[in-house]
């Protein structure tokens, strides 16, 4: 399978024509994602990464196809989900419920002394992903520090934040706008996050948590010009499915340069409805889902841009294309709704917070204890 270019792309094709044999449907949504209904009602769900495939379903179902497949292909079963693509996952429960923690402790720790081999020493505890305030700066001095080690490095950090971490995305998103040459203070802010997740074993593990209804709700957040060097806006999105049961996160740097805050939370917004319309198309495929989506925003001016298709001239020269959100608020399918800056939960994706605001989100984030939207949530 690994020995060429193409023999991913033939091995699918192979496993999705099995698959479809055995009666079960390719989501049009997502291509690695398979259903079974029977009566109408879904009854097996299976997600596929090349030839990693994690299932669920009743256990007779989840045995029935096992079984079938096994005329197809030899498989290995590996039982309740334990492991699954460098994620390592526990079942337990507590006073919250019960919930699915995912980590990667054994690849965390790697990382720890892979610091320790380049500088003799771990790196030193910190209480926060990244020094609040602060927004790193390419290199002028012209001094690279060393470079493969650094890229190799934010590789695998990128890797982690991306399965386990949003609380680090946008420490993360800075390290890796500066991968062509890194200096000390990049080193500094290696360090600086590495710190954070040696601080607290809670730093570095997630919790998933059964959501109250398949509804997605969604949160944004922009950072206005924080990029000093090309004056462009960052992005953060948080998705969730009822509030709660975190999915998806996204930390980013805008494409366009944005003249006002408004224009850049607008933009931002739009981003992260077509996250949302994913998750909603998704889910309404396979099964059913909840409308409209939630998605939480705490400037005013880019919620009433949302919902008025008025021009003015200081909304004139914004891209058509940023004002998807708009079809998609007036046709039902997406509420934005207002939430007070103090609580939202996606600053900590745009900016790098104090060490007050960055406590008060993110141990319900990690713990899955988000409760970002209810009906008597702020409104105006």
């Not at 197809?72 to 507590?94: A, C, P, R």
């Not at 305030?133 to 934040?161: A, P, Q, W």
């Not at 462009?232 to 944005?258: D, E, F, M, P, R």
């Not at 224009?263 to 998704?282: C, I, M, P, R």
């Amino acid at each position: 399978m690994y020995g060429t270019v193409q023999a991913a792309l033939q091995w699918f094709k192979k496993l999705v024509q099995c698959l479809l044999n055995m009666g079960m449907t390719q989501s049009k949504v997502d291509p690695c994602v398979f259903y079974l209904k029977r009566d109408n009602k879904l009854i097996l769900l299976v997600g596929t990464h090349v030839d990693d495939c994690a299932i669920a379903g009743k256990p007779s179902d989840i045995l029935a196809f096992k079984k079938e497949i096994k005329d197809y292909f030899t498989i290995k079963e590996l039982g309740q989900l334990n492991k699954h693509l460098g994620v390592w996952y526990e079942w337990g429960s507590d006073k919250d419920g019960r919930y699915l923690e995912s980590n990667m402790e054994d690849f965390v720790q790697g990382m720890f002394e892979d610091f320790k081999d380049l500088f003799g020493r771990l790196p030193k505890i910190a209480s926060t992903p990244a020094v609040p305030g602060s927004s790193l700066r390419k290199n002028t001095d012209g001094e690279i520090v060393l470079h493969s080690e650094y890229r190799s490095m934010v590789g695998k950090i990128l890797y982690f934040v991306k399965k386990v971490s949003p609380v680090c995305a946008n420490a993360c998103r800075e390290l890796s706008q500066n991968l062509e040459s890194p200096n000390k203070s990049h080193w500094m802010a290696v360090e600086r996050l590495l710190g954070y997740l040696r601080a607290d074993i809670t730093n570095r593990k997630l919790k998933l948590r059964t959501p109250i209804e398949l509804r997605p709700q969604d949160i944004v957040d922009t950072s206005f010009g924080d990029y000093k060097d090309t004056r462009k806006s960052t992005g953060a999105y948080l998705g969730t499915i009822g509030g709660t049961a975190l999915i998806n996160w996204i930390s980013k740097g805008q494409n366009i340069v944005t003249v006002s805050s408004t224009e850049a939370e607008y933009v931002g917004l739009s981003d992260g409805s077509k996250e949302t319309t994913f998750t909603s198309n998704l889910f309404n495929e396979i099964d059913h889902v909840v409308l409209p989506s939630i998605i939480l925003e705490d400037n005013t001016g880019a919620i009433f841009l949302s919902r008025n298709k008025q021009v003015g001239a200081r909304t004139k020269h914004i891209d058509v294309r940023y004002h998807f959100i708009r079809e998609k608020v007036e046709n039902g399918n997406i509420l934005v709704h207002y939430v007070k800056t103090l609580k939202n939960p996606a600053d900590l994706l745009s900016k790098n917070v104090t060490q007050k605001i960055h406590d008060s989100h993110a141990h319900k984030m990690l713990n899955g204890t988000m409760d970002c939207w209810n009906e008597e949530s702020d409104k105006i």
